[in-house]
């Protein structure tokens, strides 16, 4: 009896050091998600414990695809009943919302990123789904430049999971001849080259980079042999190791880049938001819902 006491007591101090760990993140960050608990698909945030649950958006259309456009503003897609989409942003504080102004940099430009320090930005142009391509512009400049082109590599970028490194030198992507088969791949801005880093192609639902620049998070699946899991990938190597099981996807790194926030379905429901830290260690689950909660992003307060 005194044994199951005593192991009781050091379980309940190792989850108390654990968010000890956890404290510098409650400060100034939360987690957005999409949930599923009221009925039709809203925005909800959550401290990074997974307390104070507050609901943001309130409609009987789905609101999906949360990202943070300031400190109060979040911006979100909705679907009506005729299935077509929206983008709206709302003043989490006020839940004050209007329509959200796309201005593309040029015409055709899709799913546009900035480089951290303002000068580029990266996007995607397309003639349809499967005719993706990237490009940059030069704001200083004021020149486009295409990154990929199809009838030199036989492939087009295929994704929007472009994104830049934290040092701002590197733009990784993912391109390959279909869907199922997607290289990751990273341009160089120094010296305009492009460095293939992935040695076979893969399904994707995301690529973050951690704070080195040396590595990333990738969300990968091989068509008809795996599941949607969390990889961290060195770059210099190739080297793709696992660090989640039973179905993880949408990866998010958190601004200090300690923490990763993912949507997890290892319970055998539709969904649950958890975090870890960049290798993998400290899986956490946050939120405890029948029904699905993911999609989520860390929001800078």
Request: glycine share 6%; proline share 4%; charged share 25%.
């Amino acid at each position: 009896m005194h044994f199951k006491k005593y192991v009781i007591i050091l379980c309940l101090l190792g989850i108390a050091n654990l968010y000890a760990q956890m404290a510098p993140l409650l400060k100034d960050v939360k987690i957005a998600f999409v949930s599923y608990r009221s009925g039709s698909a809203e925005i909800y945030m959550m401290n990074s414990d997974g307390s104070e649950v507050e609901q943001i958006t309130n409609s009987q259309e789905d609101n999906r695809f949360p990202v943070q456009i300031d400190k109060r503003t979040l911006g979100f897609s909705r679907m009506d009943k005729e299935k077509k989409f929206t983008k709206y942003q709302i003043d989490i504080y006020t839940k004050e919302e209007k329509l959200l102004e796309e201005n593309p940099v040029l015409p055709g430009a899709k799913w546009e990123a900035k480089s951290p320090d303002g000068r580029y930005i990266a996007f995607i142009r397309s003639t349809d789904y499967r005719d993706r391509e990237l490009f940059l512009y030069d704001l200083k400049l004021k020149k486009e430049k295409q990154i990929t082109k199809k009838e030199d590599s036989g492939t087009s970028a295929y994704s929007i999971n472009h994104s830049w490194s934290p040092d701002g030198k590197r733009l990784v992507f993912m391109s390959g001849p279909d869907w199922y088969n997607q290289y990751i791949r990273i341009y160089n801005l120094e010296d305009d080259t492009i460095q293939t880093v992935t040695k076979r192609g893969y399904m994707n639902s995301g690529l973050v980079w951690l704070k080195d620049s040396k590595n990333l998070i990738a969300n990968l699946k091989i068509r008809d042999k795996t599941l949607y899991e969390l990889y961290h990938v060195a770059i210099a190597t190739g080297a793709v190791t696992p660090l989640t099981a039973n179905i993880n996807l949408h990866p998010n790194i958190s601004p200090d880049g300690n923490w990763i926030v993912f949507e997890s379905q290892r319970h055998k429901n539709d969904g649950e938001v958890y975090i870890m830290r960049p290798d993998g260690s400290d899986q956490i689950r946050l939120t405890f819902n029948d029904s699905y909660n993911g999609r989520c992003i860390w929001f800078r307060l």
